[in-house]
Structure formats: C-alpha cells, structure tokens
C-alpha cells in the first residue's frame, strides 16, 4: 500500500470513529468552554478590557482542550492493541505520524470552529476575519504536530496523563507566543504588515516541527 | 571506565579547585564594584555561569541523544541522563541565584519576565524527563525516548536566548550586538566563573557517569545470576 | 549593608547545591560498589559448586 494510501487510510479511520462517537468532540468543545467560564468568573471580565484577556483566553481553553484530545487519540489506539496493528502495516513508521497529526489537527480545528461563535456570543468579540482562522490554523497546526509526538512518548506511561502537557507545553511556547500576540492584533483590527512576523514564525515552527517529528517518530513508537 | 581514566580524575579534580579558588579571587577582589548596586552585583558572576553550564549540559545531552539512536550504544545513554540531571542542577543554581539577586535590586523575589519564565519552562521539561525515566520501562526504551526528548528539548535554549528579543523584559542583557555590556575587570571576572563552573561540570559528568557505569554493571550481573536460577 | 546577606546566600547556595549533589553521588556510588563486590562474591560461590552463570 503505497504511503500516502496509508496515511488516508489511517486518517479516515479516526474521523470515522470520531464521527459515530463524537467523544473527544463533545468533551473537547465543552472543555474549552468551561475553561472559557471559569476564567471570566476568576478574572471579572467587563466589556472595556475584554480585548486585553480574549486573546489569552482563547488559546488557553485551546491548549487545555488539545492536551485532552491528543491523550485521547492514542489511548484509544492502545485499546485492544490497534497501536500494534498499525506498525505491523508494512509502511514507514511516520505514515502513522502523519496520519495522526492529521486527524488531531482536524478534531481540534472542528473543536475551535465551534467554540469561537459561542466565546463570540458570551464575549462580545468578534470572531469573523480570515485572518484570525489563518492564526488559529497555523497555531493549531504547530501545537498538534508537537503534541502528537510527545502524546506518543506518554502513551505507553503509567503518568500519561500528567506527562504529555509537561512535556509538550515548554516545546509549544513559540506557537502560544505567536498565536496570543496575532491573535491580539488581529481582533485589534491591525493591518497584515503588524503581525505577519508572527505568521512566519508560526510557520517555520509548523515545519520544523512536522519535519523532526517525522525523524524521530519511529524511535519513540518502537516496543 | 579504564584505569587510566579513573587516575586522570585527581588531576581533574585538582585543576578544578584551583580554576574555582581563582574564580573567587576574581569575583570578590579583582573585579570593582558596581557603581549602583553596590556588592550584590556579584552575584551576577555565579549566576551568568551556572547558567551558561546549564546550556551547555543541555546541548551535550541533545548531541548524546543523537548519538545513541545512531549508534545504540547504552555509553550515550548515560551521558545523556547524567547531562540532563547536571544541567537541571546549574539551571536552578541560576534561578535561585537570580531570584536572590533580585530581591535587593527589583525588590521582588519573582516576576513573570519572559526570561524568567521561559528558564522555569525549560526546568520543569528536562524535569519530567527525569521524572519519566524512574516511572519504569525497559533500559532501551527508556534510552531511546530519553534521546528523543533530549534531542527535541535542546529548543528550550533558544527559546531562553531569544526571550528577551520576542518580548519586552527588565532582564538586563549583557550580550548584544555590539559586544559585551560590561566592564573589562568584570569580564575577566566573568571569564573566570565560566572556566571554573565548565571545569566542575566536566567533574560532576564523570562521577555520574560512573556511577552510571556502576549502575548498568549491577544490573547486568543481577541479570545473569537470576537467569541462571532453576 | 543588608544586601551582603543575599550575597553571601547566593554563593552559599551554589556551593552547597553542588556539593550536595556531590555528596548524592558518591553515597550512591559507594552502596553500588558494596552491590557489585556481593553479586561477584555469588557467582563466585556458585560457579565454584559447578552452576554456570553465563
């Protein structure tokens, strides 16, 4: 099977899976609402300095409902030893990779694209310039190529659950940086020119990223 | 460890305390005082080298990380874990140093600056790959993950490096684009602390290599009596 | 001179950070060595009432 038959393969799997049980959505999505709650609860947000906090509110809730996600799409691979099955496919180890980054990728950008009309609503902010998705793109695209390495390093731990947000957190401050700071500019109504820096260095993080996490993948997955 | 190495380690030792006796000699009479902080500015000396050894602790354990995966060997294992453990001791010398230096001159003990912050992220990170090593698993895997982390951990350093460029910060720089921001006595000074902190870091790496070594050979024969038992 | 104090903690905390450490290693180092005299000293035995230990 040729590799990228594979990754489709392995990709279309987990959006199936995903799609009749709607497990990680659900608990992602309400997850990053709660967390979007309990910080207007403890830091009194009024309507004047919203456009301070919303920036870091989001990406928190983001953060916090990704780690949820990607603990889970490898524990459900550990379950009834599917993990196994996948190596022994006769393709490179880092189709699994892909194929994993892919489909965390997709749950949290389905989870994003549906809380961020709600913190709209409850918020008063608006969430409607491409240019906001473009940064919630390519932030989620950084944090879930990371993420998927390191929930591989944790899945086969006793601590899996502590482990992989230790772990990733350190590696993804660039993306969080990155993504708060054009986030802020952009609701701001700041032009291109202001946070395109930010873009690119959202962008070579994503490469480089993928790139080592692709290199170093089989070393991490093998018993 | 051949024999041979095991006497190279006086002479190690005894070149250390001398780099060290001689570094403290720089710090406290040969360097001047600080016109506004008066001599609580010398910390600054320590704490730039403990920190500078922890860097250097973590690019060894990144490049002995590679090595392992290239060449299995488990000698580069315990590099790498010695490093780590090393480096993760220098750099929270340098944080407490920091953090007592701080207290009489920013009249706090802690701020979230970014260079602060991203040093206690990198910290906690190398921690928990420590952490992760005693939560069990075979020595190979172990090894093999403890590569992969160290390897990817190493962006941590820039990530510090870089801190003060991608935020505003009252953390004072002292390497900029225009050369050293100090003063020459003060250089020497500093010169000085590096040479010695480097000269201790390679004497903690080998006693903890070895007992490393140590460690392995326990195990190893422990292995070989167990298997043999009917 | 108050500022003199975190001078002299800072040193003080370095040196004793390292030393400590120091001091962490070698305890081990030496309880090591009294593991692997023992496990030698069992081959030993056993080899000598004719098991083999590979």
């Known amino acids: ?223 | 460890m051949s024999q041979d190495q095991n006497d190279a380690l006086p002479l190690v030792v005894g070149l250390t305390a001398v780099l060290v006796l001689f570094s403290l000699y720089a710090v406290f009479i040969f360097a001047p005082t600080e016109r506004v902080m008066g001599h609580v500015q010398r910390i600054f000396y320590y704490h730039v080298a403990s920190a500078w050894v922890g860097f250097l602790a973590f690019l060894v354990a990144c490049a002995s990380g590679l090595l392992y995966l290239a060449k299995r060997s488990p000698r580069w294992d315990r590099v790498t874990a010695a490093s780590v453990e090393i480096g993760l001791l220098f750099s929270t010398i340098a944080l407490v140093e920091g953090s007592l230096w701080a207290r009489p001159v920013w009249n706090t003990w802690w701020t979230w600056d970014p260079r602060l912050t991203t040093t206690l992220v990198m910290c906690l990170y190398y921690a928990t790959t420590l952490m992760l090593r005693r939560l069990g698993g075979s020595e190979e895997r172990n090894a093999r993950v403890g590569a992969v982390l160290s390897i990817v951990g190493f962006v941590n350093v820039p990530i510090v490096f870089l801190a003060i460029r991608m935020w505003r910060t009252i953390h004072p720089a002292v390497l900029t684009t225009s050369g050293f921001a100090v003063a020459p006595r003060m250089l020497v000074a500093l010169l000085a602390s590096l040479l010695a902190f480097t000269a201790l870091y390679v004497c903690l790496m080998w006693t903890r290599i070895r007992v490393a070594r140590l460690e392995h050979d326990v195990s190893a024969l422990r292995h070989r009596i167990t298997a043999t038992r009917p | 001179m108050s500022n003199l104090v975190y001078l002299a903690a800072a040193y003080a905390v370095a040196w004793l950070a390292i030393c400590a450490y120091l001091f962490g290693i070698a305890r081990r180092q030496r309880r090591l060595e009294r593991e692997l005299d023992r496990l030698q000293r069992t081959v030993e035995g056993k080899t000598q009432q004719g098991e083999t230990v590979r």
């Open chain 1, 1 to 223: 099977m040729s590799y990228w038959r594979s990754v489709a393969a392995i990709v279309a799997k987990d959006v199936l899976a995903e799609a009749r049980s709607r497990e990680a959505l659900s608990a992602m999505l309400l997850f990053a609402l709660m967390v979007a709650v309990t910080f207007n609860l403890a830091l009194e947000l009024r309507i004047d300095n919203v456009l301070q906090i919303a920036p870091g509110l989001i990406w928190v809730a983001f953060v916090f409902a990704g780690v949820l996600g990607l603990n889970r799409s490898f524990a459900a691979e550990q379950d009834r030893a599917c993990i196994e099955g996948l190596m022994l496919a006769p393709v490179d180890r880092s189709a699994i990779y892909i194929a994993k980054c892919i489909s965390n990728t997709l749950f949290m950008l389905t989870a994003e694209a549906l809380f961020l009309p709600v913190f709209s609503v409850l918020f008063r902010v608006p969430v409607g310039s491409p240019a906001l998705w473009l940064v919630v793109f390519l932030g989620t695209v950084g944090f879930a190529s990371a993420g998927t390495l390191f929930a591989a390093v944790a899945m086969n731990s006793r601590a899996r659950e502590i482990l992989l947000p230790l772990l990733l957190l350190p590696i993804v401050v660039p993306v969080l940086t990155a993504a708060t700071r054009s986030t802020a500019q952009v609701l701001e109504g700041q032009t291109l020119a202001a946070y395109a820096p930010w873009l690119r260095l959202l962008l070579a993080f994503d490469i480089i990223s993928v790139v080592i996490a692709v290199l170093t993948f089989e070393y991490v997955i093998e018993e």
